[in-house]
């Protein structure tokens, strides 16, 4: 899964990016300049996986991963580019936008628009992303309209339609992410990567006082919350970035101190699992303990797929048994002789926390 992190200069993007991957990239004015994104891959953390290792032993034992893009550049810069701009590029394919907001006070950083206001802030960059998108299919309108006019490519034609209700969703200021597509049309434009479609992760910058009373500051943009694709969630960039250099049990001692349940890597991670309505299985043998990341809802076949083509195609059964019920019987062994191993078909919707052995032939 990749992610990109975007938001005003100086909100806190590369202090987040840092707390989240424990990176040490350049923060404030020391970044001015910087061209290139910054790029880290975090492993997914899941206990579960970890409890999952003993029962196998195995040589290798693979978390889920994430990939953070810090973007370089400003939107405001961008949009003078439009669309061969170099923020474009950076996240067409991402399936994920995380936009940093600044809640946080301090007279040391500046604010580009001389205030802080979260839901301004909001709207405001949510716009830049439209703009960018509607620079784009008018450029490809402009073009398919040709060619509708002189060939008779259905293809064209559908492509047309579905630019065109886009458009129309642009010139009245509502996200692509809002606009509801049948699957296949949704496929025909895919290959955009159009930034206000991309499902929205809200994090909100704190200060330590604020955090204190982060349910009530997210409560606050509940009319973003209700909107389709957004979640929100809380950090608290500058603390949370010193932290994430620390080890792990000091870590932890800090963030009880602070009455932060979890590291911020932890939370957001969670929320991006809901957002894009994510669940993990896990695939365990004496080689290999993996943890994988499919949509809900996703048949076993297609979770197969996952790990392999060759599961895919050659499908025959999986064997099934959730974390829990192996957790409670010690081992697959136990399992096996119990009866709570569930042999299951193509069609069997993948849960949350199962543990699969896909029998294949090719
Ligand atoms: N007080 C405070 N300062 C922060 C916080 N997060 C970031 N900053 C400061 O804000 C400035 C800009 O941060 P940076 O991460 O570089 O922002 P970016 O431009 O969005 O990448 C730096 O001086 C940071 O130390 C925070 O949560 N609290
Ligand atoms: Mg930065």
Not at 77 to 87: A, H, L
Not at 156 to 181: C, G, M, S, T
Not at 327 to 333: A, F, P
Request: aromatic content about 6%; hydrophobic content about 40%.
């Amino acid at each position: 899964m990749r992610i990109g992190i975007i938001g005003l200069p100086f909100v806190g993007k590369t202090s987040i990016f840092n707390a989240l991957t424990s990176a040490s990239a350049k923060t404030g004015e020391f970044s001015l300049g910087a061209k290139e994104a910054n790029r880290a891959v975090v492993k997914v953390p899941d206990e579960r996986l970890y409890k999952l290792a003993p029962l196998y032993n195995p040589k290798k034992v693979t978390p889920a991963e994430v990939e953070y893009i810090d973007v370089a550049g400003l939107v405001k810069e961008t949009k003078e580019k439009g669309s061969e701009g170099e923020f474009y590029h950076s996240l067409r394919e991402v399936d994920e936008l995380a936009h940093v907001v600044r809640l946080f006070k301090d007279d040391n950083v500046i604010h580009v628009s001389g205030s802080i206001d979260s839901k301004r802030d909001i709207k405001s960059l949510d716009l830049d992303l439209m703009v960018i998108d509607l620079d784009i299919i008018e450029k490809r309108l402009k073009r398919l309209e040709k060619t509708v006019a002189s060939s008779k490519s259905e293809e064209d034609k559908r492509e047309l339609q579905v630019l065109d209700r886009f458009k129309e969703a642009l010139d009245n200021e509502i996200p692509l992410r809002e606009v509801d597509l049948p699957a296949e049309e949704a496929k025909l434009v895919r290959g955009y990567g159009f930034l206000s479609q991309k499902p929205l992760l809200l994090i909100l910058n704190l200060d330590e006082e604020q955090i204190k009373i982060k349910g009530k500051l997210e409560a606050e943009l509940s009319e973003f919350q209700q909107r389709k694709k957004i979640e929100v969630c809380s950090v608290c960039g500058k603390l949370e970035m010193e932290l994430s250099q620390l080890e792990n049990e000091d870590r932890k001692a800090f963030l009880d101190d602070l009455g932060i349940e979890e590291a911020a890597v932890n939370r957001v991670i969670k929320s991006s699992y809901k957002l894009l309505d994510l669940i993990s299985f896990f695939t365990a043998n004496e080689n290999e303990v993996k943890a994988w990341a499919i949509p809900s809802g996703t048949k076993a076949i297609k979770a197969a797929g996952t790990v392999h083509s060759d599961m895919e195609r050659g499908f025959i059964k999986a064997e099934v048994i959730g974390f829990d019920k192996l957790w409670e019987q010690g081992s697959i062994h136990q399992a096996k002789e119990k009866g709570v191993l569930g042999l299951e078909g193509k069609e069997y919707v993948v849960q949350d926390g199962d543990v699969i052995f896909f029998r294949f032939h090719v």
